[in-house]
């Protein structure tokens, strides 16, 4: 039986999949290798790039026209900036990969060459060398590009760019250059130099970039189709919505909460049992509690001062932000934030682990017992639950939000804290946020034996008079409350200005909006 796929290349043997071929722009791809053109790929982690690689060297290879190689540098990263010992390591995987489709030529030749022409120039030389031997024009696909730093990748993109002039009798007639960037973006420190050279200079050969973007609806709903033709397991409609609404179609996420759910979960002890959005919904939060791999290595970059000054904002809702294109750039590539405006973030998915993780320590400092804020018949006592962070935040706001990187956003953050370790004993916790919103919208769902129960909190930070912010906030609240199906909102208006004492600023009242819902207001 095959499965989704969350590890590595995908193999059709093996794995449910969308063919890689199919996620290429195959026409632009052979135009570029048909007129020597040197260009990179790139998309985020686990989106399907090593897929497509291999794929495309088995299709040019089996068409016979070009001897087509892949070869994947990320072993030479943990050498650093070791020119030396990473050319070898490039170098021994380059002779290994093109024996395996047949080619010999640089197995045994390659130790000779380096020793001939230094670490400098070997891998130019070897690939000159190769490249005059070779019957058929040599196309090269280098995979994990940007996993290489400093010295050892300057020295790697200036020797293909010293030997492009020679291609295709005495260079390969094409490159493409994989990872998660666009070589544009690399910003290399030179230890050598002490120097900062961008990978655009260091790689001005480039004639195009192309980036593999997400499953469409589509592809994700065909790919979901394979599992219920092999095992008759269907997926419900709004389970089907779910998985495309909560991913986006980000191939990883996809697969993760497919397969989480239809092998893992209680639907893998019963193939006529259909699955559920609830049963997605459960994935997800699976997934999230265990830290996957995937979801920590983005949220690891969230300590970075670029990913920092484009993520704030989007946090905290405010329409300043002090970013640059090339910050912005780079955290698209990482596929943090989606690729068209408005600028947000990717998927709910990554909406909810974002502010997960900066509260992570946070969470596991308060000391909160959930039982204190639930009734006898299971339902949430919301009104107290309020009451206790209004009381909480005034007494310790000063050194909780000090605790955040990201101090702009810390109230937000901290209520967000607050509420996560009530509601894992029972519900959850969505939420929308984005800059120019001015504001974070949150909603609870509280499950009880006869219904679920729907809360909207909606987060406003004091920026005109607290008249105008108020109304503004009831209006946007009532509007979240009516899409959301929800049966009470609160609207919190935190007042940041300096020198205003806590009395002025504590309140708690209940307002009605233009539309004639009630909304409780809170002022901290």
Same mark, same amino acid.
């Given at each position: 039986?095959?499965?989704?796929?969350?590890?590595?290349?995908?193999?059709?043997?093996?794995?449910?999949?969308?063919?890689?071929?199919?996620?290429?722009?195959?026409?632009?791809?052979?135009? !570029?290798?048909?007129?020597?053109?040197?260009?990179?790929?790139? #998309?985020?982690?686990?989106?399907?790039?090593?897929?497509?690689?291999? #794929?495309?060297?088995?299709?040019?290879? #089996?068409?016979?026209?070009?001897?087509?190689?892949?070869?994947?540098?990320? $072993?030479? =990263?943990?050498?650093?900036?070791? +020119?030396?010992?990473?050319?070898?390591?490039?170098?021994? @995987?380059?002779?290994?990969?093109?024996?395996?489709?047949?080619?010999?030529? !640089?197995? @045994?030749?390659?130790?000779?060459?380096?020793?001939?022409?230094?670490?400098?120039?070997?891998?130019?030389?070897?690939?000159?060398?190769?490249?005059?031997?070779?019957?058929?024009?040599?196309?090269?696909?280098?995979?994990?590009?940007?996993?290489?730093?400093?010295?050892?990748?300057?020295?790697?993109?200036? =020797?293909?760019?010293?030997?492009?002039?020679?291609?295709? @009798?005495?260079?390969?007639?094409?490159?493409?250059?994989?990872?998660?960037?666009?070589?544009?973006?690399?910003?290399?420190?030179?230890?050598?130099?002490n120097a900062i050279i961008t990978g655009g200079s260091a790689f001005n050969i480039k004639a195009r970039s192309l980036r593999l973007g997400d499953f469409s609806r589509d592809e994700v709903i065909a790919l979901l189709a394979q599992h219920t033709e092999e095992t008759g397991q269907v997926f419900t409609p709004a389970a089907l919505e779910t998985i495309w609404t909560q991913t986006q179609g980000q191939p990883w996420l996809v697969n993760a909460l497919a397969d989480e759910t239809c092998f893992y979960g209680e639907a893998a002890e019963d193939r006529s049992r259909p699955i559920t959005a609830a049963d997605i919904l459960d994935a997800r939060e699976q997934l999230i509690l265990r830290r996957e791999t995937h979801l920590d290595q983005l949220?690891?970059?969230?300590?970075?001062?670029?990913?920092?000054?484009?993520?704030?904002?989007?946090?905290?809702?405010?329409?300043?932000? #002090?970013?640059?294109?090339?910050? !912005?750039?780079? *955290?698209?590539?990482?596929?943090? +934030?989606?690729?068209?405006?408005?600028?947000?973030?990717?998927?709910?998915?990554?909406?909810?682990?974002?502010?997960?993780?900066?509260?992570?320590?946070?969470?596991? $400092?308060?000391?909160?017992?959930?039982?204190?804020?639930?009734?006898?018949?299971?339902?949430?006592? *919301?009104?107290?639950?309020?009451?206790?962070?209004?009381?909480?935040?005034?007494?310790?706001?000063?050194?909780?939000?000090?605790?955040?990187?990201?101090?702009?956003? $810390?109230? =937000?953050?901290?209520?967000?804290?607050?509420?996560?370790?009530?509601?894992?004993?029972? $519900?959850?916790?969505?939420?929308?946020?984005?800059?120019?919103?001015?504001?974070?919208?949150?909603?609870?769902?509280?499950?009880?034996?006869?219904?679920?129960?729907?809360?909207?909190?909606?987060?406003?930070?004091?920026?005109?008079?607290?008249?105008?912010?108020?109304?503004?906030?009831?209006?946007?609240?009532? @509007?979240?409350?009516?899409?959301?199906?929800?049966?009470?909102?609160?609207?919190?208006?935190?007042?940041?200005?300096?020198?205003?004492?806590?009395?002025?600023?504590?309140?708690?009242?209940?307002?009605?909006?233009?539309?004639?819902?009630?909304?409780?207001?809170?002022?901290?």
């Open positions: 039986m095959r499965f989704f796929n969350t590890s590595g290349p995908v193999v059709a043997a093996d794995h449910y999949c969308i063919p890689p071929l199919e996620r290429l722009n195959l026409n632009e791809i052979r135009r !570029l290798i048909r007129d020597k053109r040197y260009f990179v790929m790139h #998309a985020p982690r686990q989106t399907g790039k090593t897929s497509g690689l291999l #794929a495309l060297r088995d299709l040019l290879n #089996a068409e016979g026209d070009y001897r087509c190689v892949y070869v994947n540098v990320e $072993g030479g =990263q943990a050498l650093r900036e070791d +020119v030396e010992r990473v050319t070898r390591t490039i170098l021994t @995987e380059l002779a290994s990969r093109a024996r395996s489709i047949g080619d010999d030529f !640089l197995f @045994e030749g390659w130790p000779i060459i380096f020793v001939e022409s230094g670490p400098g120039a070997a891998l130019r030389e070897a690939l000159t060398r190769w490249a005059e031997a070779s019957p058929k024009p040599l196309v090269l696909l280098i995979d994990e590009i940007d996993a290489l730093i400093g010295d050892a990748l300057l020295s790697v993109l200036r =020797q293909l760019r010293a030997g492009y002039d020679r291609r295709p @009798e005495s260079f390969p007639q094409s490159v493409i250059l994989c990872g998660v960037r666009d070589v544009r973006d690399y910003r290399i420190r030179s230890s050598s130099t949220t690891d970059k969230l300590q970075e001062e670029r990913v920092r000054r484009v993520v704030e904002p989007l946090l905290s809702g405010t329409e300043q932000s #002090a970013f640059s294109t090339r910050d !912005l750039e780079y *955290v698209r590539d990482l596929g943090l +934030v989606a690729q068209d405006t408005p600028l947000r973030i990717a998927n709910p998915i990554y909406s909810e682990v974002v502010p997960r993780e900066l509260t992570y320590a946070t969470q596991a $400092g308060l000391v909160q017992d959930p039982a204190w804020y639930v009734h006898a018949d299971g339902s949430l006592d *919301v009104e107290k639950l309020m009451a206790a962070f209004q009381t909480f935040f005034r007494e310790h706001s000063e050194h909780w939000v000090g605790r955040f990187q990201y101090r702009e956003a $810390g109230p =937000q953050l901290l209520l967000q804290a607050f509420l996560q370790r009530i509601v894992n004993s029972g $519900g959850r916790i969505e939420r929308e946020y984005g800059l120019g919103h001015m504001r974070t919208d949150l909603l609870m769902i509280w499950p009880q034996a006869e219904r679920t129960r729907k809360f909207v909190i909606e987060c406003k930070i004091l920026h005109k008079s607290l008249k105008r912010t108020i109304a503004e906030g009831l209006e946007k609240t009532a @509007e979240y409350i009516d899409r959301c199906d929800a049966e009470k909102g609160h609207l919190v208006i935190f007042d940041r200005r300096k020198g205003k004492r806590w009395k002025d600023k504590i309140f708690h009242c209940r307002r009605t909006s233009n539309s004639g819902v009630e909304i409780d207001v809170w002022g901290m």
